[in-house]
């Protein structure tokens, strides 16, 4: 619990509705794919994660004004879609070659190499039609459709998530200076967790600078999510984190290794304290948000 909020009590109930989505956006995947296809889809997906990124999403869009029915909730879907396919393939043997995600075998090690491939190659373009059918399902406007498609899609690309993988892989074994760290995860982790907010905004309607805020807010806690990342994987257990290889063993370069802990977690905070300021002038009333920025420095995995 964080604050006056009691965010475990929202987790818990967002955990269930959002479980519901990932639940019926598989099934229609599983309709267009191989069983094979369809089963490592249904690991990588359904496996248990924190779910920040459709949180978020519904989120953003309630404090825009969006409604609470579940065509929201399959909106996020199409977030946590992306998520998936990039942990599928991100622990394959050519990239970090991972056994263990989210506490379970990774999805190679369970359905083989090329069932994993194919699985995280069918969710992006799974995703982006997830994302199309919710925001129709919401009665979107055809402009606002396409602006929610083109936002996911926009962080999943080379100028978001797979542009800073690519960097990041190209790092690895070569120690990055701040600027480039920052680069890096601001586009592999940042852009996500920020278009999550703006999907969700852009459903409900927001405008400008509601937009903006959002987008500053998201880029803030995007950051500090990844300096925590850093933090945990230096100072925790793989079983404690239910995944590996930790970034030491795959001489990556880390906000731990540039700052040390202790700089490490104050510039984490102070990116939290940037992500408060941006929602205080957004004009945006979500003790939600506010909670979430402190969750991302305070988990405990
Ligand atoms: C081919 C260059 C290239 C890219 C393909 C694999 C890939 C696309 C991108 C990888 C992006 C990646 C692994 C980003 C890491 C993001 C991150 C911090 C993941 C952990 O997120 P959590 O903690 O995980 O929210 P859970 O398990 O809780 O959902």
Redesign the pocket.
Known sequence: MSGAFDLDAYLAGEAPRVHAALERATTWIGERVTPDVAAAVRHGVLSE??R?RPVLCVAAFRACGGGDGDAAYDLAASLELI?AY??M??DLPC?DDADLR?GRPTTHKAHGEDVTLRAGAALIPAAALQAWRAAEGLGCPRSTVRAVVARLMEASGGGG??GG??VD?EGEGRALGAEALDGLHRR??GALLAASLLVGATAAGAQGPTLEALERYGRAIGLA??IA?DILDATRSAEVLGKNPSDAALEKSTYVALYGLEEAARRARSQVDEALAALVGSGVRAPVLEALALFVVERER
């Open positions: 994660g924190k920040l998520h990039s942990l393939h991100d990239m989210r998530m797979v993988q690519w892989l592999k982790t999510f990844q990342d």
